[in-house]
């Protein structure tokens, strides 16, 4: 039934990029994603492959189509030219009236996949390296437009006010909170380059390809600390080491910290306190929102006290606990 709507020139409306042809698909692969509908699809008329996508909201909160907007992200980028290390797929068409955009169907696994097979630490780390140079190609291009986001203390004072029936219920998330106001000023004090932000940066928006690693589904809504996107890329990998066999049984926040800060541009102690800061913000604020998911609480409480708590242990190890 899906794969019957899917096939249809009207579910995306958009033309095939190689002959223009709008006589429908037929598709490899179809599916959905929370905020969208995705097909890997061969033109009917000429057999030319692309990957098309379909939001599932036409709009964001302040009405921008979706669809344009990666569009126009994917076309900023291509023109600002990419170091080998950062690779982006060739955008192709779009759709106003779906909301639906077009673009090059990259062969290869997404990088969560593959830190799943990392059989060893070295082959993590690798994953950590390659992730970590991506981002600081994306941070290098010029913004596509000149908005800056929110800082650290507006931000905490949004993570306060949402997390308060947290904080009520766990002594972790507590702590955590009241932790990160003892830190603000410090970390509000630091320097910190404002870049533009993936917004959404984590493993499975990597992909690794045999011509090197590609990044999808990027934001660049504005500008902010480039150690955001690095500590959310690191929350999703605490949060999910329980499937990574290379570090599964002995994470260390500090090993995957270093690695993926060396990589990006500086793994300096200053660096390792404000990163853990955005890293405890991620972890809080993805919590509160994965209770109200469809996994049982109580399962999502464990896996967050526990990657919360070694979070604050890791600051305490090296001195950055002014509240503990
Ligand atoms: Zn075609």
Not at 51 to 56: A, E, G, I, Q, S
Not at 181 to 200: A, N, T
Request: hydrophobic letters at 45%; glycine letters at 8%; proline letters at 3%.
């Amino acid at each position: 039934m899906l794969r019957w709507i899917y096939e249809r020139h009207s579910f995306w409306g958009l033309p095939c990029y190689a002959c223009g042809g709008s006589d429908g698909w037929h598709t490899l692969f179809c599916g959905w994603r929370s905020n969208s509908y995705i097909a890997v699809a061969c033109c009917r008329k000429c057999g030319a492959e692309q990957f098309l996508k379909r939001y599932r909201r036409p709009v964001s909160d302040d009405g921008t189509c979706l669809a344009q907007w990666e569009y126009d992200v994917l076309c900023h980028l291509s023109r600002a030219g990419y170091a080998p290390s950062f690779l982006l797929p060739t955008v192709f068409r779009f759709a106003a009236a779906t909301c639906a955009l077009s673009m090059q169907y990259l062969r290869g696994e997404t990088m969560d996949e593959r830190m799943r097979r990392a059989v060893d630490r070295r082959d993590l780390d690798d994953c950590l390296r390659v992730s970590a140079m991506w981002l600081r190609g994306l941070h290098a291009t010029p913004p596509l437009r000149d908005k800056t986001g929110n800082g650290p203390a507006t931000m905490l004072l949004r993570l306060e006010s949402d997390c308060g029936l947290l904080a009520g219920r766990n002594a972790v998330a507590a702590r955590a909170l009241l932790y990160m106001r003892s830190c603000l000023h410090r970390v509000s004090s630091l320097p910190v380059e404002l870049v533009p932000l993936h917004g959404d940066f984590k493993a499975s928006n990597l992909i690794w390809t045999e011509d090197g690693i590609y990044g999808v589904d990027i934001g660049m809504r504005f500008k902010n600390a480039g150690v955001m996107d690095a500590a959310q890329f690191i929350a999703d990998v605490l949060l999910n080491r329980c499937s990574m066999k290379a570090i599964a049984s002995e994470y260390d926040t500090a090993a995957v910290l270093g690695v993926f800060l060396e990589a990006y541009d500086d793994n300096s102690k200053h660096k390792w306190q404000i990163t853990a800061w955005w890293l405890l913000y991620f972890l809080l604020s993805r919590w509160e929102e994965d209770r109200d998911g469809w996994k049982p609480s109580i399962i999502v409480d464990r896996a967050y006290v526990s990657a919360v708590a070694e979070v604050m242990a890791f600051c305490g190890r090296n001195g950055f606990a002014e509240a503990a």
